[in-house]
């Protein structure tokens, strides 16, 4: 039986799957509720796509409370080799991987400095994503954010 899965799973791995993060994600504001309300952005925006050679594309966009944008792009291979980061967001270097069609997994630095790592995952009906977020805060101490999703129509 054994064998039966692993034969199963090797032919899995020669069809291309598109990954469920494939999309237009908005996030739920309302639900940052680890930010005071006057702290949260108005508006953010994830797009992933597929690229060209297997490689992964992602864009954000942030609104500001005061109308300010932000935004960020990279396109990546997916085997966790750092690759450079575009925009105005406090990220330059990025490197990603993705465990599961629904999983991706990214590392951010700045300037050299490592910034967070995030973890999105797909929610089993498709239209919703979770992103969890590890980073360090400036008294050094480990801390989490988690940010929710839902994909736009």
């Known amino acids: 039986m054994v064998i039966t899965l692993s034969s199963a799973g090797a032919a899995l791995a020669d069809t291309p799957v598109q ?11 309302g639900k940052l509720t680890m930010m005071p309300p006057e702290a949260r952005p108005k508006r953010v925006d994830l797009e992933f796509a597929e690229a060209a050679d297997g490689r992964w594309n992602s864009r954000v966009q942030i609104v500001d409370q ?40 990214m590392q951010f630095a700045w ?7 995030r973890i999105y995952t797909v929610g089993e009906d498709g239209k919703t994503l979770t992103e969890t977020e590890a980073f360090f805060r400036k008294d050094g101490a480990p801390a989490m954010r988690i940010a929710y999703f839902s994909r736009a129509s």
């Open 19 to 29: 990954s469920p993060l494939v999309g237009h994600w908005v996030l739920q504001v």
């Open 111 to 117: 300037h050299g400095q490592p910034s967070s790592t």
């Open 66 to 105: 005061a109308d300010h944008g932000l935004h960020s792009e990279s396109t990546l291979s997916l085997d966790g080799t750092p690759g450079m980061s575009s925009g105005t967001y406090w990220v330059d270097v990025v490197a990603a991987t993705m465990p599961a069609p629904g999983v991706l997994v």
